[in-house]
C-alpha cells in the first residue's frame, strides 16, 4: 500500500526527460482554468508546491505578463531543470511539509495534484506551511471528496489521498473558500474526471 514517504522517495528518485514528458503538457486544458482562476485577482508572486518540471509555470507565463515565478520540488533534477528553463524564477530542492520560506513571502501558493500523495497524518503540517507562507491566496487542484468512505475507496483502490478540502482549510482558519468541479472537457479519463476540483481560498490575515 502506498504511504507518504514511499510516495515521496518515488518522486524524489524519478528519472524522466523533464522537458518532453512535462514541460511540453503546457498546454493543458486544466493548466488554463489554473491561469484562469489566477486571474481573478490581483497578485505578484507565485511559488508553486511541486512544480515538476514547470508546465503550470510556462501556461501563467504565457497567459499572464509581469509575474514572479518559483517552485519547489524533492526531485533535484526537476529543479535543475526549472532553474535553466525559467531565468530569474526562484527554484529550491524541498518539501512543502517544511517550507524554507519567511512568513507571508508569496502572494500565492499554488498545487496541481501534490497532496494526493499527502497521507492524512501528514496533511495537516502541510495545510499549516500553506497558512503560514501564503500573503493573499491559494489555488489548488486536488482530490477532493465530502464522504469518508468514498476517500477510503479511492485510496484502497488507487493509492491516492483526497480531503475535504472546504472542512480542512476552514479548520485552519482560511475562509473565502471556493470549490469548482473541473470541467468534464479539461480531463476526459483517469480518475481526475470523477476527483478533481479547483479549489481557492484565502489564508488568515497576519495578526
Known amino acids: 500500500m502506498k504511504t507518504t514517504k514511499s510516495q515521496t522517495k518515488y518522486w524524489e528518485n524519478r528519472k524522466i526527460d523533464w522537458d518532453k514528458s512535462y514541460l511540453s503538457t503546457w498546454n493543458h486544458p486544466h493548466r488554463y482554468i489554473l491561469s484562469v482562476i489566477l486571474n481573478t485577482f490581483e497578485w505578484h508572486s507565485l511559488m508553486e508546491l511541486g512544480v515538476g518540471g514547470g508546465a503550470n509555470l510556462k501556461n501563467i507565463l504565457t497567459v499572464l505578463k509581469g509575474k514572479q515565478l ?3 520540488d524533492v526531485n533535484p ?3 535543475e531543470f526549472c532553474k ?3 531565468k530569474g524564477g526562484i527554484f529550491r530542492t524541498e518539501s512543502a511539509e517544511d517550507l524554507l520560506m519567511s512568513d507571508k513571502s508569496s502572494d500565492v501558493l499554488l498545487s496541481d495534484m501534490t497532496y494526493i500523495y499527502v497521507g492524512p497524518f501528514k496533511i495537516n503540517k502541510h495545510i499549516k506551511e500553506l497558512k503560514r507562507v501564503a500573503r493573499n491566496m491559494v489555488v489548488l487542484f ?8 468514498n476517500r477510503l475507496k479511492l485510496y484502497l483502490k488507487s493509492g491516492y489521498f483526497s480531503y475535504n478540502w472546504f472542512k480542512l482549510l476552514k479548520k485552519h482558519g482560511f475562509y473565502d ?3 469548482m468541479k473541473m470541467p468534464k472537457d479539461a480531463w476526459d479519463e ?4 470523477k476527483y ?3 479549489i481557492k481560498a484565502k489564508p488568515p490575515k497576519r495578526l
Open 142 to 149: 486536488e482530490f477532493h471528496e465530502t464522504k469518508w468512505y
Open 177 to 179: 473558500i471556493v470549490i
Open 70 to 72: 518559483g517552485g519547489i
Open 84 to 86: 535553466k528553463t525559467f
Open 196 to 198: 478533481a476540483y479547483y
Open 190 to 193: 483517469g480518475l481526475q474526471t
Open 77 to 79: 533534477d526537476a529543479i
